[in-house]
């Protein structure tokens, strides 16, 4: 059984900046992409960001495209996301998740193992 444990949630004012982690447990973390999603509130989850298995190709929203940034290090199985520029609307609990396989997934049916969630609330 995978578990994905995230961190690094808060509390910022707009235009600030947060990094969330996700630690995965299991052995063969870099065979699988892995994908950020946020759910705000009334609001069906939508997909962030996600990252090849590698770490050499990465996609995101065009809400987010050139504020976040997803990195991973496969050597302490560990995905990030690095956001910059928050606006109010960044406000949601945040889930990391891992892929059916290497390649990345927009989609939330493309993974199959996810966090409990972090909050970030972005002040105006």
């Known amino acids: 059984q995978v578990q994905l444990v995230e961190s690094g949630g808060g509390l910022v004012q707009a235009g600030g900046s947060l990094r969330l982690s996700c630690a995965a447990s299991?052995?063969?973390?870099?065979?699988?992409?892995m994908g950020w999603f946020r759910q705000a509130p009334g609001k069906e989850r939508e997909f962030v960001a996600s990252?090849?298995?590698?770490?050499?190709?990465?996609f995101y929203a065009d809400s987010v495209r050139g504020r976040f940034t997803i990195s991973r290090d496969n050597a302490k199985n560990t995905v990030y996301l690095q956001m910059n520029s928050l606006e109010p609307e960044d406000t949601a609990v945040y889930y990391c998740?891992?892929?059916?396989?290497?390649?990345?997934?927009?989609?939330?049916?493309?993974?199959?193992?996810w966090g409990q969630g972090t909050q970030v609330t972005v002040s105006s």
């Open positions: 990252i090849s298995g590698s770490g050499g190709s990465s």
């Open positions: 998740a891992r892929a059916v396989d290497w390649n990345i997934k927009t989609t939330s049916s493309g993974y199959n193992y």
């Open positions: 299991g052995r063969t973390f870099s065979s699988y992409a």
